[in-house]
């Protein structure tokens, strides 16, 4: 429905000019301020030019996108600021300590309105003309705003043709706002951050992990030049099918992602079909787009980032961003090095919201390094002055731009070596010794701090569909891999381990499985075969060869769990060492296969590849050439 052409006359009682319309905030009082692109800046304006006027006037807000001209040192006595959210426009007098921060989950924050713990003297909102039964659209910031009205004592409206009228819970009365001060002016726009190299790299791995029918959410917390990593997978969800939204924030990224055909929301548990968000930051294009389009339902904080709300949507996704990891696993978000940086937001509200939902997936992103490369976001103890706001059991999927790691359910260990192996390359040889120091690692395994580099496992990743439809994924070894391989080599049968290690050995020694996983690249290759289970995958075949660098010929040995013989794994797993062997310039391969051990025989003698063999005392040995 259109706005009312004739609502200034309707309405003349209630309209003022901004300057008379802020004459009634007093000392002492609680101003709110809409939020994000949706600030009512003329409204803004007339209360800075009040400074002098007034004294201690608390300004309450989640963000605003404005310039803030209120937050500055000059007006200190004037106005104290007071934000859920630390924006770049406050963060200098925050950090400063001339602004305050209220750190709040953001499903939260309506309740302290509604409960009078923070209660509201004036609020100052945008929204659009009313349309012929008096309503009008709080537009494209429903977020706290609506509950800041249904508790404010007095509402001050900037009344704006340009603010679109939105579809969902975003009506107001007109009777329910006290001022009216018309304007004709462009929102405020923000325009989409420049991806950086590693926020694509990032969202590519977490494109990855996203499947078909998805609901997602996309956090708005920006990481220096990084920009919004959330925001940087979209680009590569284009292929996917049947997504859907549930976000508190919208950008105009979502505008591709839409005209590709991957959002449909026809697989959401609940608004199905529609687009939920409680604010957008964007530009008139997004604004024109959201503008009485029923894809879209905005609605207020405490529907959108209610983690029961969320945890009813199947395979919902909460994408969010942190600055700092410790190697526990907990996550600073809001801060760093002491440094008060932006707000918790609704990181929690999601995280757990997702991990509550049926094959949900809680994921947190963040790049492997400050943007310099000279300090590591992956560390073995917060740094002073960073607050926790995830903590070691709130955490699932870590992404940074070097892979994916699983905490939930992890040891300490465990997590120590999940983290060190996506952490970047130049810190984990430093991260390993201080989790040594920090006692979080058995102190033996000092000795394997040497062999933490990780191989290109794009270049070793292939897959093989065997005739029932099962698709097996081989990868190279990794450091977390420690406990899959020690349930591999403990369920295979004496006959496989006799055949494989020529001996009928009942035991491993931790330094036997960490042998299996801590290979020094530069001589020695590792793969694995795994297929996924419940919680993860399993192992059920390994290959390695050893390079003897005087020959330039590798020793090659492998295994597959007895379940799974007799498939041709053991075959495809040779032909993918042979390949890989091959690309790095090795001449063949050496073996040394026992006389019963026929099927290894076999998979050698048809490898396609020349081979020579030699028999003594029960053993075959083979050279095979390339």
């Known amino acids: 429905m259109e706005f009312d052409t004739n609502w200034q006359d309707r309405y003349r ?65 004037s ?28 499903s939260n924050i309506p309740h302290l309105f509604n409960t009078g713990q923070l209660p509201i003297d004036v609020a100052l909102i945008q929204v659009s003309p009313p349309d012929e039964q008096g309503m009008v659209s709080l537009g494209i910031a429903v977020d706290i705003v609506k509950s800041a009205i249904e508790n404010a004592s007095l509402i001050i409206a900037q009344v704006n043709p340009q603010m679109p009228r939105t579809m969902g819970d975003s009506l107001v009365d007109v009777y329910d706002l006290d ?162 940086y932006s707000g918790i937001g609704g990181l929690i509200d999601f995280n757990r919201g997702a991990a509550s939902s049926r094959d949900g997936l809680a994921i947190i992103t963040v790049p492997s390094t400050d943007p310099e490369g000279k300090r590591s976001n992956i560390v073995p103890h917060l740094s002073k002055g960073s607050g926790v706001v995830g903590t070691r059991g709130d955490v ?80 190279a070894v990794l450091p977390t891999d420690e406990a899959n391989m020690r349930d591999l080599v403990y369920n295979l049968s004496r006959e496989t381990v006799y055949y494989r290690f020529k001996s009928r050995q009942l035991t491993f020694s931790p330094q036997q499985i960490q042998d299996f996983v801590y290979v020094d690249h530069r001589r020695e290759v590792t793969i694995v075969a795994t297929v996924p289970e419940a919680h993860g995958e399993i192992i059920i075949g390994v290959a390695r060869y050893y390079l003897h660098e005087e020959s330039n010929r590798a020793e090659i040995a492998f295994v597959v769990r007895d379940t799974w013989q007799n498939m041709g794994i053991g075959s495809f797993l040779y032909r ?22 026929q099927r290894m025989q076999t998979i050698f003698n048809h490898s396609g590849h020349a081979v020579t063999t030699s028999f003594e005392q029960g053993i075959y040995s083979f050279i095979i050439d390339f």
Not at 46 to 58: F, Y
Not at 86 to 94: E, H, T
Not at 581 to 594: C, D, E, P, Q
């Open 396 to 475: 699932y999927y870590v992404v940074t731009e070097y892979g994916v790691a699983y905490l939930y359910g992890k040891s300490i260990p465990e997590r120590v070596m999940a983290l060190i192996s996506i952490a970047h390359p130049d810190f984990r040889e430093q991260l390993f010794a201080e989790a040594i120091e920090a006692h979080y690692l058995r102190p033996e395994m000092a000795a394997v701090g040497g062999k933490l580099a990780l191989p290109p496992n794009e270049a070793m990743q292939t897959t093989m569909l065997l005739h029932d439809g099962t698709e097996i994924q081989l990868r």
């Open 13 to 77: 009682a209630m309209i003022m000019s901004p300057r008379k319309a802020l004459r009634k905030v007093r000392s002492g009082q609680r101003v709110f301020i809409g939020t994000g692109c949706g600030e009512p800046t003329m409204l803004v304006e007339a209360l800075a030019a009040r400074a002098g006027e007034v004294a201690d006037v608390e300004i309450l807000q989640l963000f605003t996108k404005g310039d803030a001209s209120y937050a500055r040192r000059q007006f200190a006595d």
């Open 79 to 106: 106005f104290r600021l007071n934000s859920f959210f630390i924006g770049q426009n406050v963060r200098p007098m925050i950090q400063e300590g001339l602004g305050s921060y209220t750190p709040m989950l953001l």
């Open 576 to 597: 993918h060492l042979a390949s890989i062997a091959g690309r790095n310039g090795i001449a063949g391969f050496s073996a040394k296969v026992l006389r019963e051990n």
């Open 179 to 340: 001022v009216l001060v018309p304007v004709d002016l462009p929102l405020l726009e923000r325009e989409l951050d420049t991806v950086h190299p590693t926020s694509r790299e990032i969202g590519r791995r977490v494109a990855a992990l996203i499947p078909d029918g998805a609901t997602i959410e996309f956090g708005f917390g920006r990481l220096d030049s990084y920009g919004r990593i959330p925001h940087a997978t979209m680009e590569f969800l284009h292929g996917k099918k049947d997504l859907g939204i549930h976000s508190e924030m919208i950008t105009d990224a979502i505008l591709e992602l839409i005209a590709s055909g991957a959002i449909t929301g026809a697989r959401k548990s609940s608004d199905r079909g529609r687009i939920v968000a409680s604010f957008c930051l964007g530009t008139r294009k997004l604004y024109e787009f959201v503008n009485n389009n029923p894809l879209f339902c905005f609605r207020p904080t405490e529907y959108v980032n209610d983690p029961r709300v969320i945890s009813r949507q199947t395979r919902m996704v909460a994408i969010n961003s942190a600055r700092e990891i410790d190697l526990t696993g907990q996550v600073a978000a809001d801060s760093q090095q002491g440094q008060l």
